[in-house]
């Protein structure tokens, strides 16, 4: 099965902190995702990347930035966390970028920013 | 914004066939219909996808509409681990975006015994 997995479930910063979530995949997709979940908002797509190096920005990139320097591992860093970024991250991969390809997410990533 | 429109929830006993509706009266041709579901404090699990034909698989049946404008999820016999929020997604290709996904609010269903 295809495992997405992050690395911490649970996190908690302060104000002005830089944060780095990370997610690796086991199946060799070439296609990685960052969503973030708020309630009443559902979930909104923060950046993607499609190959290695490569990035493309979101619906709301402000404030994030990725890197994706190893195909299996893409990380979403928070420069100077801010409160309005607490909220719930989710990763995920899938095979193909057309619309037969399923994305498979990991279990989240719980970010609070005091 | 959302490509698709969902009920916001919907309540199903335990062991009868659970219908979620979902409209995309705006889809267009080389977008496919997908169906997620997101368990409490879980990340969002793949049930199924279709184009034009009708599809199913162990989990689910997806009918889409002739005109692809709307599509219905059906859980054959539901069972209280039904009970999630689903997502109706339609997704497909457009250069220089990626086929991103765009979830909408989806809809809350409720197994009750």
């Known amino acids: 099965d295809v495992k997405v997995t992050q690395s911490s479930r649970y996190l908690v910063k302060r104000t002005g902190e830089k944060v780095f979530l990370e997610c690796v995949q086991d199946?060799?997709?070439?296609?990685m995702f960052w969503y973030r979940q708020d309630p009443g908002l559902g979930l909104r797509l923060i950046y993607f990347?499609?190959?290695?190096?490569?990035?493309e920005k979101g619906d709301i990139p402000e404030g994030y930035s990725v890197s994706r320097e190893k195909k299996e591992r893409f990380s979403l860093i928070l420069e100077s966390a801010s409160t309005n970024q607490t909220s719930m991250y989710l990763c995920?991969?899938?095979?193909?970028?057309?619309?037969?390809?399923?994305?498979?997410f990991g279990e989240g990533s719980r970010l609070t920013v005091l | 914004d959302a490509k698709t429109t969902q009920p916001p929830s919907m309540d199903c006993a335990e062991g009868r066939a659970a219908n979620l509706p979902c409209n995309h009266s705006?889809?267009?041709?080389?977008?496919?219909v997908y169906w997620y579901r997101q368990i409490h404090s879980q990340g969002p699990q793949y049930i199924i996808h279709?184009?034009?034909n009708n599809e199913t698989n162990e989990m689910a049946s997806l009918i889409i509409t002739e005109d692809r404008k709307s599509s219905t999820l059906i859980l054959p016999h539901a069972t209280l681990r039904d009970t999630a929020v689903y997502y109706c997604?339609?997704?497909?290709?457009?250069?220089?975006?990626?086929?991103?996904?765009?979830f909408g609010q989806g809809t809350e269903l409720s197994v009750k015994p």
């Open positions: 995920a991969s899938s095979l193909v970028l057309l619309g037969t390809g399923e994305l498979f």
């Open positions: 199946m060799d997709h070439e296609n």
């Open positions: 990347s499609y190959d290695v190096k490569m990035k």
């Open positions: 705006t889809i267009s041709g080389n977008e496919y």
């Open positions: 279709g184009l034009k």
């Open positions: 997604i339609v997704r497909g290709w457009i250069y220089n975006q990626g086929g991103k996904l765009i």
